[in-house]
């Protein structure tokens, strides 16, 4: 697979992930690795928190940027 922002601009770099939001091809130039948490433990267990990270396209990180925020309280 190759990077779809790559493509448009003529050029062909192998991906280095996926694009969470919107599923296209990223390369290490164009990924954008978001942090994220994840809450894990059910109601009656200790919770506990893991860290993972999330790809995205340079254009999906542009739009999710504003509201980033909001869903990490
Ligand atoms: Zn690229
Ligand atoms: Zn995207």
Redo the contacts with the bound molecule.
């Keep these: 697979m190759h990077?779809?922002?790559?493509?448009t601009t003529g050029?062909n770099?192998p991906?280095v992930g996926v694009c969470r939001g919107c599923g296209a091809g990223?390369?290490?130039?164009?990924?954008r690795i978001a942090p994220r948490s994840v809450r894990r433990g059910s109601l009656t267990g200790t919770p506990c928190e893991a860290r993972v990270r999330t790809v995205l396209c340079p254009v999906c990180a542009a739009a999710e940027a504003p509201v980033a925020p909001a869903l990490t309280p």
């Design positions: 990077c779809l922002d790559c493509r050029t770099s991906t990223v390369c290490a130039a164009h990924a």
